[in-house]
């Protein structure tokens, strides 16, 4: 029997995060030389903002890769001079990880291609479908946090 899951939301969200994903990653390996990888590391440091300096392996659990990958990714990311790492002041096997100031243009970059991706991709709704989209989807987003920090705290 054939089944359709194409109406079901989980595949619905993993099937256009990977389409949006995989156009975003040609997109910026073509205009900017970076990866959807090494942009979204970028992001996650950025959005730190150096409040603390964020470990390989913070890293790694904000990206949702294992800290293999990551380790790869920065040492690739340290070569080209996006990132630095810097021993941790507490804990030698530690190493934190900074923006260098080069990857200001490389955000900015990025964030002008997922725009205009975002307004090709987002082209096919309304306007005021496009805000209801991004906000239920931060509802959505909403409940499973605050569904996985229930859980959490249960354990």
């Known amino acids: 029997m054939k089944r359709d899951f194409t109406q079901r939301f989980g595949f619905l969200v993993n099937d256009v995060a990977k389409l949006h994903g995989e156009a975003f990653d040609r997109l910026a390996r073509e205009r900017i030389g970076l990866s959807r990888a090494q942009c979204r590391l970028l992001g996650v440091l950025a959005m730190n903002d150096d409040e603390a300096a964020l470990s390989q392996t913070e890293l790694a659990q904000r990206l949702g890769l294992s800290t293999m990958a990551v380790a790869t990714l920065c040492d690739r ?75 959490e705290a249960k354990e």
């Open 77 to 151: 990311m340290v070569a080209a001079g996006w990132i630095r790492r810097e021993p941790s002041a507490t804990d030698r096997r530690v190493n934190q990880i900074h923006l260098e100031a080069s990857a200001s243009k490389a955000l900015d970059g990025a964030l002008t291609i997922s725009d205009s991706l975002q307004a090709r991709t987002l082209s096919v709704l309304e306007p005021a479908e496009r805000v209801q989209l991004i906000a239920l989807l931060g509802k959505v987003r909403s409940g499973l946090v605050a569904s996985a920090s229930e859980s």
